[in-house]
């Protein structure tokens, strides 16, 4: 018994000899596997602070509208329809009898007692000072535009007649009219007047208050 573990131990011994005698060197190491997919994205981290404050632009160009207006000065302009005219009774002047006229009121409140109104009515391309009367020299016949006020409000007037004596009264215009009316305060009417401007020129009026814009 004894002689078969002696000879068992020997093989043993022999296989393992063998075994690490066949071992070689280490290899060199292989190429890299592929990529893994991208993991999930992490919790998103803390807001940065804040930057400085940019440096302040420099102003731009006033544009070529850029006028102030005068805050003394109103104006607006209305076209008045044919339909739109009213007959009304007008009073008559110091002992004369109570007639008929054309009237469309405008309400503005910029007309009170401390302005002054200059109103005109555009005829062709030209506007032409209120009140305004045109006779023809055929006929006789005759037509009347003007405007009155009073707090808060501009009323123009209309009203025309075939003949001088005994002709058809009528008290709307054929065509539609355009009318133009500026407020200004008193003081600045004055010295309107004070400087010679033409107060029945709408474009005297205007070019002297575009000179002197506030």
Sequence with gaps: ????????????????VAFWSCRGDQGPQ???????????????????PAGATGATGATGATGAAGKDGNANVKGAEVTVKVAEWRTIDAPGI????????????????????????????????????LPRTVIKETDGA????????????????YSSQTAAIGGIKSYAPQTDLTFSYVTIEKTVGQAMQNEGVNLRSREAVLNYLAKHQN
């Design 30 to 48: 292989g190429p890299a596997g592929p990529t893994g997919p991208q993991g999930a994205q992490g919790p998103q981290g803390a807001t940065g």
């Design 94 to 129: 110091g002992t004369g009898s109570t007639g008929k006229t054309g009237a469309y009121v405008v309400n503005d409140a910029n007309v009170k007692a401390t302005t002054f109104v200059f109103a005109y009515v555009k005829i062709g391309t030209d506007f032409v000072a």
């Design 1 to 16: 018994m004894n002689k078969f573990y002696r000879v068992l131990s020997v093989v043993s011994l022999t296989l393992s």
């Design 142 to 157: 005759t037509e009347t535009v003007g405007f009155g006020i009073s707090t808060g409000k501009v009323t123009f007037y």
